[in-house]
């Protein structure tokens, strides 16, 4: 079965660190990769997504994630964080061959100290 | 972009009464709308596919008896929880996909809180 995995739970970091947060997924085909945040108290919002193309992938708000296919992996970066990024961030994965079905990754919660 | 609305944003109910939570694109047609359950503190787990004019697919576990789904337009689909029960309190949450999309992005709703006494 397809499944989403993501390795921190919890991330504590201080302004103007760099961040990485690790995805992996397990499935064989064609996907779509993504990447939500949910700021506290509202909706779910994209960051990037990859479909194809330029395995760097840029989003908004400065971050990035870097598609590996041969590591099943779609890690997010920002190169120095902010207070504002204090969220919790989904990755998320889709079957191109399952109708749009979204699959998440259990999330990471992000807390910036200023 | 495209948004997705949900009402109530929050609802509190009485255990074995039933709750209607509705979705809708509101600035798009949407064939297809994803509910999703989200637990405090835990990721959002797919509970059914909503495909407008036909009956929605439930994932495994998810009883439909339970929570039924109606995607009776293009802009709408209800989830309706029958008879809930406290372990039925929780954060439902729906998506849906641009009609004729195929990149798998979804756009989602500001999310119901359903709270049963």
């Known amino acids: 079965a397809q499944s989403v995995s993501q390795h921190n739970h919890h991330v504590i970091l201080s302004e103007a660190a760099s961040l990485e947060l690790g995805c992996n997924y397990s499935?064989?085909?064609?996907?779509?990769l993504f990447w939500y945040v949910q700021y506290p108290g509202q909706h779910l919002q994209l960051l990037l997504k990859?479909?194809?193309?330029?395995?760097l992938v840029k989003g908004i708000k400065g971050f990035e994630a870097e598609f590996i296919k041969s590591k099943f992996s779609f890690n997010l970066r920002k190169p120095s964080v902010q207070w504002s990024d204090t969220a919790e961030y989904f990755c998320?994965?889709?079957?191109?061959?399952?109708?749009?079905?979204?699959?998440f990754g259990q999330g990471t919660e992000l807390s910036v100290k200023p | 972009g495209a948004v997705v609305s949900q009402h109530p944003s929050w609802v509190i109910c009485k255990s074995g009464t039933s709750v209607k939570i509705e979705c809708r694109s509101l600035?798009?047609?949407?064939?297809?709308m994803f509910w999703y359950r989200q637990f405090p503190k835990q990721s959002l787990m797919l509970m059914a596919t909503?495909?407008?004019?036909?009956?929605?697919?439930?994932e495994q576990g998810v009883e439909k008896d339970k929570f039924l789904i109606n995607h009776a337009s293009l802009t709408l689909s209800t989830l309706t929880v029958t008879s809930a029960h406290p372990e039925d309190s929780s954060f439902y949450i729906c998506?849906?996909?641009?009609?004729?999309?195929?990149?798998?992005?979804?756009?989602f709703g500001e999310g119901s809180r359903l709270t049963v006494l």
């Open positions: 998506s849906a996909r641009v009609a004729g999309a195929n990149t798998g992005e979804l756009f």
């Open positions: 499935y064989g085909g064609t996907v779509n």
């Open positions: 990859y479909f194809s193309g330029d395995p």
């Open positions: 998320a994965v889709n079957n191109r061959n399952q109708g749009g079905k979204l699959i």
């Open positions: 600035d798009f047609q949407a064939t297809t």
């Open positions: 909503s495909n407008e004019g036909s009956k929605a697919t439930y």
